[in-house]
T-cell receptor, first 110, second 113 residues
Framework: AQRVTQPEKLLSVFKGAPVELKCNYS??????LFWYVQYSRQRLQLLLR??SRESIKGFTADLNKGETSFHLKKPFAQEEDSAMYYC????????????FGTGTRLTIIP | EPEVTQTPSHQVTQMGQEVILRCVPI?????FYWYRQILGQKVEFLVS????????KSEIFDDQFSVERPDGSNFTLKIRSTKLEDSAMYFC???????????FGQGTRLTVV
């Protein structure tokens, strides 16, 4: 069975400080990992996925198969980064059967 | 910018009643999905739909649930006889291909009383 764990429900970081949102997964095969973000009163949207290896809005995430982790990082937090962040796993490199974590609410303190 | 649109934004229904949640996916998208999030819990996959058929479904998607694309634009989720535990936020999503970005709607909050 696949599982995604985000250990922090809430995370507060000062503006300009580094951000790291943790995500660990459990899956026997080779999954695809995603980060989704939901800003206040907006819809869920894709932030990044590991196969594209892009940096979006200054965020990066590296898939560590040994530690089964996909932590989201940004070197310098900005106030507009305040949002709910969800890590998600797909077993088949698609959008079907995405398994989401419980989410981390990130608050950037001015 | 094209968006996935869901109606209504909030639906209150009595236990045992049928409810239909509606979605208008982005027009050139071929894959459609329903997810739900019970308050305080994870977003959970319900079903995916392609070429007028269900392509995948989860254990949650039992006989009480059905999906339909009744015309060229709408994609609906029907719950035949709602239970209290069906209360949740239901999200529709669509994507051009199975492995391209899925765009989510703003959700329908279903409250079963």
């Amino acid at each position: 069975a696949q599982r995604v764990t985000q250990p922090e429900k809430l995370l507060s970081v000062f503006k300009g400080a580094p951000v790291e949102l943790k995500c660990n997964y459990s899956y026997s095969g080779s999954p695809e990992l995603f980060w989704y973000v939901q800003y206040s009163r907006q819809r869920l949207q894709l932030l990044l996925r590991h196969i594209s290896r892009e940096s979006i809005k200054g965020f990066t995430a590296d898939l560590n198969k040994g530690e089964t982790s996909f932590h989201l990082k940004k070197p310098f937090a900005q106030e507009e980064d305040s949002a709910m962040y969800y890590c998600a796993l797909s077993p088949n490199f698609g959008n079907e059967k995405l398994t989401f974590g419980t989410g981390t609410r990130l608050t950037i303190i001015p | 910018e094209p968006e996935v649109t869901q109606t209504p934004s909030h639906q209150v229904t009595q236990m045992g009643q049928e409810v239909i949640l509606r979605c208008v996916p982005i027009s050139n998208h071929l894959y459609f999905y329903w997810y739900r999030q019970i308050l305080g819990q994870k977003v959970e996959f319900l079903v995916s739909f392609y070429n007028n058929e269900i392509s995948e479904k989860s254990e949650i998607f039992d006989d009480q649930f059905s999906v339909e694309r009744p015309d060229g634009s709408n994609f609906t989720l029907k719950i035949r006889s709602t239970k209290l535990e069906d209360s949740a936020m239901y999200f529709c999503a669509s994507s051009e291909q199975i492995n391209t970005e899925a765009f989510f709607g703003q959700g329908t909050r279903l409250t079963v009383v």
